[in-house]
């Protein structure tokens, strides 16, 4: 498949700079992939579809301040981007300067904070701190917002740019789907029966990373960790699922494919992938040509997912990560 067939023009002025007023403000656009009908629905509505024989799966990740602003210790501005911590003072980034630092360079970065530069892996630095690396990201750290999202990081983004129920410090972008969920609404959602259960996948850098081959196959996913009690797998048993995000849904489908609980995936879902889990899927609006667009390819079908997308772009739906809610309901 070419990366041309996952492409569309969207309105600038349709990419949400911020969240809507109130977490469950936000429209829903329900498409039922066996006969293609469209809804416009707000995301209010979502308990009405939801009752006893549903399970929903939250991905209970929590964005960690994973932008550091610094210098290189021999001169010259810089900026770390945390796309994993991998020990108590280690972790893999991204390094923006002017010259690329090289391993044993040291960086200041914070309030003074020294890191040093161990290696690389591709793209990314291994590098050591001076300290556990999560107290200097909330001391020093920025909320690492999406770059479509044209503001510097405001106090208020430190709050909605982080679901309700995030618990596990980890990601370094959050699981947009789960934005729209207050707490009176997932309290409405299991007073109709529904359960709720939760997982973690720790949501890395590589989620902004374009699809840069023409020939999609050639793509591949960079890896997140992921990890899914066994509570969550007895709840999901014999009942329909609504996997909350793209994040949820790769986890759950990685699970089922290796058998694993817990692990490192780079499961890449695009059309002709078979779900195993997954009867319904809620998320937000994607990028051109991204992975993501064609993971809801994947579960929506190709022609279903573009008459979607023409329909939102008309109806003036809010795109990306501060925009608004679709519900899939998957064909067969």
Not at 84 to 109: C, Y
Request: a positive charge.
């Amino acid at each position: 498949m070419r990366l041309a067939e996952f492409d569309y023009a969207l309105p600038e002025a349709l990419i949400a700079q911020h969240p809507a007023p109130e977490r469950t403000s936000s429209r829903l656009l329900r498409l039922d992939a066996t006969t293609g009908k469209l809804e416009d629905l707000a995301f209010a509505d979502l308990p009405s579809l939801l009752g006893k024989r549903d399970t929903l799966v939250l991905n209970d990740t929590r964005v960690i301040k994973a932008r550091l602003l610094g210098n290189k210790a021999s001169g010259g501005r810089l900026e770390l981007f945390i796309e994993r911590v991998t020990g108590a003072r280690e972790a893999l980034a991204l390094i923006r300067s002017a010259h690329a630092p090289r391993a044993g360079n040291e960086l200041i970065v914070g309030d003074g904070a020294r890191v040093a530069v161990t290696g690389r892996e591709g793209d990314l630095y291994r590098v050591r701190f001076a300290e556990d690396v999560h107290r200097i990201l909330e001391r020093c750290g920025a909320v690492p917002l999406p770059p479509y999202i044209r503001h510097a990081p405001e106090a208020a983004d430190a709050e909605r740019y982080q679901t309700v129920y995030a618990e596990r410090p980890g990601a370094v972008a959050a699981p947009t789907a789960g934005l729209h969920f207050d707490r009176p609404l997932l309290q409405r959602l299991e007073a109709r029966g529904a359960r709720v259960a939760r997982l973690t996948l720790h949501v890395g850098a590589g989620t902004f990373q374009p699809v840069r081959s023409d020939d999609i196959d050639l793509h591949r996913m960079h890896q997140e960790h992921y990890e899914i009690p066994r509570e969550t797998m007895n709840a999901i048993a014999g009942r329909r699922v609504l996997a909350v995000g793209t994040t949820s849904l790769r986890a759950l489908e990685s699970a089922a494919l290796s058998g694993q609980l817990r692990g490192e995936t780079d499961l890449f879902v695009r059309p002709g992938f078979q779900f195993l889990l997954a009867d319904r899927l809620l998320t937000n609006f994607h990028l051109p040509k991204s992975s993501l667009l064609m993971l809801v390819s994947a579960f929506a079908g190709q022609e279903n997912m573009r008459r979607a997308y023409a329909h939102a772009i008309e109806r003036r739906y809010r795109f990306f990560s501060y925009g608004d809610a679709m519900l899939i309901e998957r064909a067969g």
